[in-house]
């Protein structure tokens, strides 16, 4: 059991970061981002050749693949999304982000080095690859370091977003922006930017959370859309709307993913893990950390 | 040409292929206060929105702003040069604390003085000192007006618009406003002050124009306008706000 919530909460720590992602995009942009999970599998392959070609180690391709994800952002919406939205509006947004989809799926295949396979990334070290947890007596738990690293990393990234979001000045001028443009522009903040900014973040976001997981799961291939709906389905599990809803409700999706599959195939699994995105619909719309006034638009 | 801060001629302006100001003249000069009435429809907000730069299309005319053409800026552009505007519906950030939306007030300048102009505009507004870690949208109607006109005073503004300032709010805080109006025209400040409650207006304003149609219909001092019968039959005729 305990093994398994520890590889559901790994695997769950992607869903996050995928989850924060579309939350601060939608938040500055109000589009749901569907390439998010296209963007951490790039991410995955650019620490690839990070690692292969300049023979970066775990840590420069890291860096390398976030900042590599926040410049692409930054192209992304300057590019593809703020035309896009001059002439359709949130719809067109939306559409363009559908249509990076498959611009990146196909497109990251023709790169030489990634193709359409998977890769392992080399893990970020430690004193072994394994650790054992005995907590209990009836049998403990065999952790992986790079696990470990996964979750050390996340937290690293949320303390960082919450520093930069609730504590600095830029970060607050960036939510005032999102949550009330006109308000934002009467004070002289440039909206477009701030909103290149806000995307920028979470691409970044993405790019790095297909890192962190890549020493266990392996980074490129077709599983980037896949990634998008299972990091939606958290954010709506957790609440859209609210960060720590966003982060809570990865760890929901990647516990419950890791128990059915253990159980059942995964295709029954995966279906099912979907369907709680339309059970929470249904029952709590707002998720569990959402608020009800916040279910308006 | 009278050295004024902000000169605005011949304005046309509106939205889309609606023109809904139609030739506009005013003038207002450092430490003066101005309002700008009519009614509904007029065009009192959209002259506002014209010079601020925003969702407004200009067709034709000059907004001059101390020096600078202003049919030529954006938004953020026309803060910079100190002309600021407190909207309708305030447009404050709601979800960041009270505090944190007079710091963003200061956003282009920042730094240096922050801090001295923070203190002046709890000062002035002690109720904001008393939410200062409050979000802005817990606070009372008449507290979200002082939240603004504060920060819009973070940028330390040449001109300061008001629009409707007196909109939802009780008599006695209107006044206050007012007040506050009154004492920053005399601190050097320009105010243009946009207003359908012509009365209480006139009677703190320096002059004031009367939009109709899109047209300056009357322009003078306030106390010749209080007097004038059409400033009577536009206001006593028609519904009093």
């Known amino acids: 059991m305990l093994q398994l919530l520890i590889a559901g909460l790994t695997v769950g720590s992607e869903f996050a970061l995928i989850a924060l992602g579309i939350h601060i995009i939608l938040r500055a942009t109000r589009v749901v981002n569907f390439a998010q999970g296209e963007f951490s599998i790039v991410g995955g392959l650019i620490a690839l050749t ?4 300049l023979h970066a180690n775990a840590w420069f391709a890291l860096a390398g693949a976030t900042l590599a994800g926040f410049v692409l952002g930054l192209v992304f919406e300057i590019v593809v999304l703020r035309p896009a939205g001059r002439t359709g509006g949130e719809a067109g947004v939306t559409i363009a982000t559908i249509g990076a989809v498959f611009v990146l799926l196909y497109g990251h295949a023709l790169v030489p080095g990634w193709g ?10 430690g004193p072994a690859n394994i650790v054992i947890l005995s907590l209990s007596k009836d049998g403990g738990a065999v952790v992986q370091v790079q696990s470990l690293w996964v979750f050390a990393l996340l937290i690293a990234a949320l303390a960082a977003l919450y520093v930069f979001f609730e504590r600095t000045y830029y970060g607050k001028a960036i939510r005032a922006a999102a949550e009330n443009p006109l308000g934002a522009r009467l004070v002289g903040i440039d909206v477009n930017s701030a909103r290149a900014i806000s995307v920028a973040l979470g691409i970044a976001l993405a790019a790095y959370g297909g890192t962190i997981i ?33 982060v809570a409700g990865g760890f929901v999706v990647g516990v419950l993913q890791v128990f059915l599959q253990s159980r059942m195939s995964y295709d029954v699994a995966d279906p099912l893990v979907y369907s709680v995105l339309l059970l929470m619909l249904l029952v709590r719309p707002q998720g569990l950390f959402g608020r009800r006034d916040v279910v308006r638009d | 040409m009278s050295g004024a801060l902000l000169e605005v001629r011949g304005l046309r302006a509106g939205y889309g292929a609606l023109e809904v100001l139609r030739g506009v003249d005013l003038d207002v000069a450092a430490g003066e206060l101005v309002a700008v009435l009519g009614p509904n429809g007029a065009g009192k907000s959209t002259l506002l929105r014209a010079i601020s730069r925003y969702d407004v299309t200009l067709r034709g005319g000059t907004i001059v702003f101390d020096g600078a053409d202003l049919t030529r800026a954006n938004t953020e552009r026309t803060v910079r040069l100190g002309c600021l505007q407190v909207p309708e519906g305030r447009q404050l950030f709601g979800r960041l604390s009270v505090e944190d939306n007079l710091r963003l007030g200061a956003f282009v300048r920042r730094r240096g003085t922050l801090e001295t102009d923070l203190r002046s505009v709890y000062e002035r507004f002690p109720p904001l000192a008393q939410r200062r870690a409050q979000h802005a949208y817990t606070l009372s109607g008449g507290e979200q007006q002082m939240l ?7 940028a330390r503004p040449k001109l300061l618009m008001l629009d409707e300032p007196s909109t939802g709010l009780a008599p006695q805080i209107v006044e206050q406003i007012f007040a506050i109006a009154s004492e920053l025209a005399r601190g050097g400040t320009a105010l243009l002050i946009v207003e359908q409650n012509a009365y209480l207006t006139l009677r703190h304003a320096g002059r004031a124009y009367v939009l109709e149609n899109g047209a300056v ?9 209080l007097r004038d019968e059409r400033v009577k039959a536009i206001y006593l005729g028609g519904s009093t706000a």
Do not use: N, Q
Not at chain 1, 50 to 53: F, H, K, S
């Open chain 2, 217 to 225: 219909a009357l322009a003078g001092t306030a106390a010749e306008l």
């Open chain 1, 50 to 53: 990070c690692a292969e070609v």
């Open chain 1, 214 to 246: 890549g020493p266990i799961t392996l980074v490129g291939g077709a599983a980037g859309f896949a990634l998008t709906i299972k990091g939606f389905v958290a954010a709506i599990v957790g609440g859209l709307e609210s960060p720590v809803g966003c």
């Open chain 2, 148 to 154: 603004a006109i504060g920060r819009a005073l973070m």
């Open chain 1, 116 to 125: 359409s396979d998977s890769h392992p990334l080399p893990g970020f070290g």
